[in-house]
């Protein structure tokens, strides 16, 4: 089966994330399939279902010995379908490019990882391919994976437009909860407006971003950012409002942790605890995700880019991946995927000339590395 019959087949199976959109399908099918795919060629097969409906699939071709091993990670969740532009399930091509929900992100680098290592044979060392749930929300299905499986070097084939991609951001989510006190509006001095008071603190955090952006730079990625995502408060329109919760995201860049970036939010508060009467907050930390940084001298890194033929392009991305799951579990890895656009757009597509040329890439580089 060619890289782009498998796509269109992976395209068709819907594989909505249900964390994102309530009663979205989940990953049961696309498993299904996947895994009959592997069985068929001869691969072991592991599925992973910690949580009912959002498995992963694990398929190892083991090598004859002595040999380094390599995983390919993919993730085969979607965003939503609802305003996709046409029908998100059918593929089309046209104009050499393949549409569809998921062509771009990520279901052609998955096709073209399982059919890299369905090609790739002789092998001494083993071949790994872990087609993930859940990367989209949580990331369950890598972090379950890791519990089982591990390699030497490990490819996440997210798409990079077949350009190198050595680190990306961090984030942390975070909740800040400042408190009023409740009081009939015609009574101001028995109240105090939490909403008002909040609006101190979105002034200090716009301050707080400026501060980041003119600070360090990483050499690929810049500069962390914060911003408010949400934001919610009040009872009525007669009422001094007791609480006002806002939303924050702060994205990270190698060198911060997510205890770093709790410790500049405290100090915010704690600045307006001392300068703004009545101010008073609480602050919840929520996920986080490390950010990403690559060994550019990693065995994984110069065998791909041997690979390539043609001097590589290194980038940054400013999104979060899987990748920074391998990094730290101790395992080499990189980015590499195929060109396209769209991800959770309205319209998504991908370059079917990438992505033949990304299965040839990962068959060269799985040979090479594994051999």
Same mark, same amino acid.
């Given at each position: 089966m060619?890289?782009?019959?498998?796509?269109?087949?992976?395209?068709?199976?819907?594989?909505?994330?249900?964390?994102l959109?309530?009663?979205?399908?989940?990953?049961?099918?696309?498993?299904d399939? #996947?895994?009959?795919?592997?069985?068929?060629?001869?691969?072991?097969?592991?599925?992973?279902?910690?949580?009912?409906?959002?498995?992963?699939?694990?398929?190892?071709?083991?090598?004859?010995?002595?040999?380094?091993?390599?995983?390919? @990670?993919?993730?085969?969740d $979607?965003?939503?379908?609802?305003?996709?532009?046409?029908?998100a399930?059918?593929?089309?091509?046209r104009?050499?490019?393949m549409?569809?929900?998921? $062509?771009?992100?990520?279901?052609?680098?998955?096709?073209?990882?399982?059919?890299?290592?369905? @090609?790739?044979?002789?092998?001494?060392g083993?071949?790994?391919?872990? #087609?993930?749930?859940?990367?989209?929300?949580?990331?369950?299905?890598?972090?379950?994976?890791?519990?089982?499986? $591990?390699?030497?070097?490990?490819?996440?084939? !997210?798409?990079?437009?077949l350009?190198?991609t050595?680190?990306?951001k961090?984030?942390?989510?975070?909740?800040?909860?400042?408190?009023?006190?409740?009081?009939?509006g015609?009574?101001?001095?028995?109240?105090?407006?939490?909403?008002?008071?909040?609006?101190?603190?979105?002034?200090?955090?716009?301050?707080?971003?400026?501060?980041?952006?003119?600070?360090?730079?990483?050499?690929?990625?810049?500069?962390?950012?914060?911003?408010?995502?949400?934001?919610?408060?009040?009872?009525?329109?007669?009422?001094?409002?007791?609480?006002?919760?806002?939303?924050?995201?702060?994205r990270?860049?190698?060198?911060?942790t997510?205890?770093?970036? !709790?410790?500049?939010?405290?100090?915010?508060?704690?600045?307006?605890?001392d300068?703004?009467?009545?101010?008073?907050a609480?602050?919840?930390?929520?996920?986080?995700?490390d950010?990403?940084?690559?060994?550019?001298?990693a065995?994984?890194?110069?065998?791909?880019?041997? @690979?390539?033929?043609e001097?590589?392009v290194?980038?940054?991305?400013?999104f979060?991946?899987?990748?920074?799951?391998?990094?730290?579990?101790?395992i080499?890895?990189?980015?590499f995927?195929?060109?396209?656009?769209?991800?959770?757009?309205?319209?998504?597509?991908v370059d079917?000339?990438?992505?033949?040329r990304?299965?040839?890439?990962?068959?060269?580089?799985? $040979?090479?590395?594994?051999?």
């Amino acid at each position: 089966m060619t890289p782009r019959d498998l796509l269109a087949r992976l395209v068709s199976l819907d594989s909505v994330n249900p964390d994102l959109v309530p009663g979205g399908a989940g990953e049961r099918e696309i498993a299904d399939f #996947c895994s009959g795919w592997f069985a068929a060629r001869g691969f072991e097969v592991h599925r992973l279902e910690r949580r009912p409906g959002r498995p992963s699939v694990v398929a190892v071709r083991q090598g004859s010995g002595g040999g380094k091993s390599l995983m390919l @990670n993919g993730h085969v969740d $979607t965003v939503g379908l609802a305003g996709y532009d046409g029908d998100a399930l059918r593929p089309e091509i046209r104009d050499g490019k393949m549409f569809g929900r998921g $062509t771009f992100d990520m279901k052609g680098g998955v096709a073209a990882m399982m059919v890299a290592a369905a @090609n790739a044979t002789n092998l001494r060392g083993d071949v790994i391919v872990a #087609c993930v749930a859940d990367e989209e929300h949580g990331s369950s299905g890598t972090a379950e994976v890791l519990e089982r499986f $591990t390699a030497d070097a490990a490819i996440v084939t !997210e798409p990079s437009h077949l350009e190198v991609t050595l680190a990306h951001k961090g984030f942390v989510w975070f909740d800040v909860e400042v408190e009023g006190r409740a009081a009939h509006g015609s009574r101001p001095e028995l109240g105090v407006d939490a909403i008002a008071k909040a609006g101190h603190f979105l002034v200090a955090l716009e301050r707080l971003g400026h501060d980041l952006a003119a600070g360090p730079r990483h050499p690929l990625l810049g500069t962390g950012t914060v911003h408010a995502s949400l934001i919610g408060g009040g009872e009525e329109a007669s009422t001094y409002p007791s609480r006002c919760r806002i939303t924050l995201e702060r994205r990270t860049v190698p060198g911060e942790t997510p205890q770093h970036a !709790e410790d500049e939010l405290r100090a915010v508060l704690a600045h307006l605890g001392d300068t703004v009467p009545d101010f008073r907050a609480t602050l919840t930390r929520g996920l986080a995700r490390d950010p990403f940084e690559a060994d550019p001298g990693a065995e994984v890194v110069r065998t791909l880019v041997a @690979n390539l033929g043609e001097p590589p392009v290194i980038r940054a991305e400013p999104f979060w991946t899987d990748c920074a799951l391998l990094a730290a579990a101790g395992i080499p890895c990189l980015l590499f995927g195929v060109d396209g656009a769209g991800a959770h757009a309205a319209t998504e597509h991908v370059d079917l000339a990438s992505l033949d040329r990304l299965t040839d890439v990962l068959t060269r580089t799985i $040979t090479d590395f594994c051999g």
